[in-house]
């Protein structure tokens, strides 16, 4: 349920912006929304990451779900016209960045998030992808 409603705010709020780099600042968008309007939810995110560590069932789950996270990026990224080689190689890297930052806000005890938490992680994957794009 967290995962599928964390899917589907992402799915929402990717559908409005044109650009990949809009797009895929609207990735960190959905990750702030989703703490705010849903603050059990990156509690059960941390208790599957350790259970992860611990389960071969679960760490093939989350590996599934890093999977898909990566194929969205790659998708935003070819639709621009980069490369599938290219593509697979920055996608890496921009989705641990984002990823990062959700495990960050994710941690954060504050609900809703201050302006400065979601400005920093808004901070940290445009400086991404400036470098990257």
């Known amino acids: ?3 599928g409603t964390l899917q589907a705010v992402t799915v929402e709020t990717l559908k409005v912006q044109r650009t990949t780099r809009k797009r ?4 960190n968008e959905a990750n702030i929304q989703w703490v705010n309007k849903y ?3 990156p509690t059960v995110l941390m208790t599957f990451l350790t259970r992860a560590s611990r389960s071969k069932t679960d760490a093939l789950l989350y590996n599934e779900m ?3 996270g990566r194929n969205r990026i790659v998708a935003i990224l070819r639709e621009a016209g980069m490369s599938s080689e290219k593509a697979n190689l920055a996608s890496g890297p921009i989705h641990n ?3 990062g930052t959700l495990i960050t806000l994710s941690c ?4 809703p998030l201050s302006k400065s938490k979601r400005s920093w992680a808004t901070s940290v994957v445009e400086q991404t992808l400036k470098s990257m794009l």
């Open 108 to 111: 954060s005890a504050e609900r």
């Open 24 to 27: 895929l600042l609207a990735i």
């Open 1 to 3: 349920l967290c995962f």
């Open 66 to 68: 890093l999977e898909a």
């Open 97 to 99: 960045v984002l990823f």
């Open 39 to 41: 603050p059990s939810h």
